[in-house]
Each structure stands twice: as structure tokens, then as C-alpha cells.
């Protein structure tokens, strides 16, 4: 298990005594950005996060990556881990939550969410930069990323694509739902930025369908 920050519980993160549970997303809230992009937002969708942090922590078989950058070759600033459309998810509430977002955005995405993508960000000091899902057909089809963050709270930066605009700033954590739809892969770029102030860990669940990346 990655060594951690010590987790500070959500006061509102109680599950009702029992293990991890889900919402219903029937609060989500549509924030639209420009240019055909927009994203979701659920606070506290996950019930019971802290727990299932905890698990993700211990048993997700986490890998550290380096990846060739200007020249030179660096440890990518978190830890990952992947499970394709027939690999079973490291908890079983990751596959409910995959059927239920599946089923919210049917009309709107076509198909299923397939696959998960897990990045444990362990301190401040854990980061992603600026980028947007465009390998595969995320590049040229409107799509959605689904993203649900359990730990303590970081804040996911978006920014339209190649800067020059205004930064929307929303922390998540905590069992928080956020959802990047429409062009938003295309034509805005999101970022977890590195902070120098004492943050704990936090895990962020992707969730994408066929072919995104």
C-alpha cells in the first residue's frame, strides 16, 4: 500500500453506518462552459467514501509509470492503475457506479461507460498536467468523462483548450461526482495542479466508454 497523508473523514460521510453506497443522481447540476462543453456536478454521490478510499488504498495493485518529457525521462506525479470493459472493478460499488451513470447517460452519450481508469494522488506534491482525453475518438467525437473522487478534497482545474480564457475551479473529493461532456474533451483541458499547502490523499475513478483515452 502507497504510504499517506492522514485522511480527514467528510462529517456528512457516514453511509448510513454501513458500507460505501450511491445517491441518486437526480441532483446533478449542468454547469456549461462554451463552445458545445460542459460538465456535471453531484457533491457526496458516493455515501460511505472514507471506507472506500481506504480499500482502494490498500488493494488497487497501484503502478508508478516514467514517461519521456523534454527530452529527459520522469516519474509521472501519481500513481495509476486500469481495468478494461472485462476486467472486474476493485470494488464492487465502481461497477454499480459505472451501470448507473451508464444508464443516466444514455440518451445523451449513445453507449455504455466500459472502462476504468484510477490515478491516487497522494499529497500535494501528486499532480496531472493540462491536458484533455483525445487519444482515440475522444479527439474527434463529442464524448463524456465521468469522474468520481473519494480522499481528501483537490481542486480540477478546466481552462479552454491552449489557455487564453477563463479557469473554472471546482475542488472535488469526498464521494463528489463530476462529469466533462459534450466538446469539453476537445476544446477545454482540465489539470490537478500541485500545491505546496498540506493536503491529503485522494483517488480519482475515470470512467469512459469504448475507445477514449
Known sequence: MPS????QPSLFDD????GAALGPLTGVRREVLGAGAWVDLLPGWVRGATGLFE???AEVPWRAERREMYERVVE?????ASYGERDAPPHPLLGAARAALSAHYAEELGEPFRTLGLCYYRDGRDS????GDRIGRGDREDTMVAI????????????PRGGGGPVVRHPVGHGDLL???G?????WEHAIAKTARPVGPRISVQFRPRGVA
Open 183 to 187: 466538446s469539453c474533451q476537445r476544446t
Open 128 to 131: 496531472v498536467a493540462w491536458h
Open 76 to 80: 509521472v506525479p501519481r500513481l495509476l
Open 4 to 7: 499517506t497523508l492522514h485522511l
Open 148 to 159: 468520481v473522487s473519494v480522499g481528501e478534497p483537490r481542486t480540477l482545474l478546466l481552462r
Open 55 to 57: 480499500q482502494l488504498a
Open 15 to 18: 453511509a448510513d453506518g454501513g
Open 179 to 181: 462529469v466533462m461532456g
